[in-house]
């Protein structure tokens, strides 16, 4: 069995932060805006790993890529991988794998983020691996490489989970993991935290570790980055940029397969007949690598070995709060979604509920399909936290499904011919879902009874953003309705 190394972190270091990589006895400060700290810092690294978080290669039947975080003492990267069987001692046979660590610094002090790269790997094998602190190893954590072929899988898709990590957004990961038994992967649609003056930027990463808890080391992570995942950076001029958040690219061992112009947040990974591609949206509106990771869309979706594609980004090319569209977006990924047939298209920023299978709306959508026409691709937003955004006046015609107030997440089914979505309420209760059915070189959707909950709306004059709730505006729980109106 070959173990590769981690690759080298200078270029995801520069690009988040700084022309070059900084000396190892130079820590990169993670510090964020001013405010209020967790109190006795439970946040610190200590002598054992935190923050394990485990990523597939872009080959996950051959390699997986862990990350996790120690205090200074521990010094060297180390971990040990072997093939997991039911007999206790199995440690017996691991090898050692070592790799990259970086020095950095916050509001917790300092701390050490390490990477490890497992490469050729069997596949469809259960393996164990365990990560080195300064007081000794992790406990023992297992993964299952993917099938080499199309072979059938479950995963989860979140929506924003962002603010409130802990206290509320956990309530819908740990039901999803739950509810879904045994997760191939877990991919998150950006804004996984705030990043802003809510709340120590270390504060929010751990607890959105401590959310997922043991499951981020077990089950591969496809995170994509939000406009949260970025800060505002002032420049000497006055102007504002953004910079991609410092905690990022150590937070996460990617597979470093991306686009050019944003090597940090783009990637691809394939996995057992689907080809899963990120994109980042805040970069290509606003950082200028809109034309790079078109051309790179194209490339990664025209060579797809696979029967299905779906993409995960951030900003929603149809959105379910905004008075208008993505336009940027929309123009430059719409028609490469529909001229490679892409089947899915998961996407957050939204912080409402909405699947859209027509632009031109749901009647318009079920009087094509009834005609016998294919199903182009479904687009959805979906929000695991507790931030809410009001619907907007199309949402009762456009999209086939909708929601506002209500925090929700997905469990999707992968099998050679049919990929099944439901999309749960953080309750567990079925909200709305469908079926693609591949025929005859496209999809034909089919629906759920009509036997699913009312739709999820809040009653009232909409609650304007920064001004005082209204008192009569109550949600669909009979609650007052926390959904803000984008302007």
């Given at each position: ?253 990617l597979p470093g397969n991306g686009a050019e112009a944003a090597p940090l947040t783009t990637y691809f990974a394939d996995y057992q007949g689907v080809r899963f591609v990120v994109l ?121 499904r909708a929601a506002e107030d209500t925090s929700l997440f997905q469990v999707i089914d992968i099998a050679p011919g049919r990929l099944s979505l439901r999309a749960y309420l953080n ?61």
């Amino acid at each position: 069995m070959k173990l590769g190394l981690a690759p080298v972190l200078a270029a995801a270091l520069a690009a988040a932060g700084g022309a070059q990589n900084p000396p190892v006895d130079v820590p990169i400060d993670l510090g964020g805006e001013a405010a209020p700290a967790a109190p006795g810092q439970p946040y610190a690294a200590r002598n054992l790993p935190d923050r394990i978080i485990l990523s597939p290669g872009s080959d996950p039947a051959t390699e997986m890529r862990v990350s996790w975080r120690t205090d200074m003492a521990a010094g060297e990267t180390l971990a040990e991988l072997a093939e997991l069987v039911p007999a206790p001692n199995f440690g017996l046979r691991a090898q050692q794998v070592s790799g990259d660590n970086v020095s950095t610094l916050s509001e917790n002090g300092t701390a050490l983020y390490h990477k490890v790269r497992f490469a050729g790997l069997k596949p469809g094998t259960a393996y164990a691996y365990r990560v080195k602190g300064s007081a000794g190893f992790s406990e023992w954590h297992q993964f299952r490489t993917a099938s080499a072929g199309t072979a059938p899988f479950r995963f989860i898709y979140m929506g924003d989970t962002q603010n409130r990590i802990l206290d509320i957004g956990s309530i819908g990961w740990r039901r999803a993991l739950l509810q879904a038994g045994n997760p191939a992967l877990m991919a998150h649609a950006g804004d996984l935290v705030a990043s802003r003056d809510d709340m120590t930027h270390d504060d929010e990463w751990g607890e959105w570790t401590a959310t997922g808890g043991w499951a981020l080391a077990t089950v591969p992570q496809l995170p994509a980055a939000g406009n949260h995942e970025y800060v505002d950076v002032v420049q000497p001029d006055g102007s504002e940029t953004r910079q991609l958040g410092k905690h990022w690219p150590v937070m996460f061992n990617l597979p470093g397969n991306g686009a050019e112009a944003a090597p940090l947040t783009t990637y691809f990974a394939d996995y057992q007949g689907v080809r899963f591609v990120v994109l980042d949206g805040t970069s290509a509106l606003d950082l200028g690598s809109l034309e790079s990771q078109t051309a790179w869309l194209d490339a990664r979706l025209a060579e797809a070995p696979g029967p299905w594609k779906i993409v995960l980004f951030h900003q929603p090319i149809f959105t379910c709060a905004r008075p208008g569209d993505t336009p940027v977006l929309k123009a430059a990924w719409k028609p490469l979604f529909e001229k490679h047939k892409v089947d899915l298209v998961l996407q957050g920023h939204d912080h409402c509920y909405g699947r859209l299978t027509a632009e031109a709306g749901r009647d318009a959508g079920i009087e094509a399909r009834a005609g016998g026409a294919m199903q182009g691709p479904v687009y959805m937003v979906s929000v695991a936290g507790a931030k809410m955004y009001g619907l907007n006046d199309r949402a009762d015609t456009q999209p086939d499904r909708a929601a506002e107030d209500t925090s929700l997440f997905q469990v999707i089914d992968i099998a050679p011919g049919r990929l099944s979505l439901r999309a749960y309420l953080n309750t567990g209760v079925l909200y709305d879902g469908f079926d693609l059915v591949k025929a005859g070189g496209g999809n034909r959707l089919e629906e759920l009874p009509d036997d699913l909950p009312a739709m999820r709306r809040c009653s009232g004059p909409p609650q304007l953003i920064d001004q005082p709730m209204p008192s009569d505006r109550l949600g669909p729980d009979g609650l007052p309705c926390t959904a803000e109106v984008k302007d």
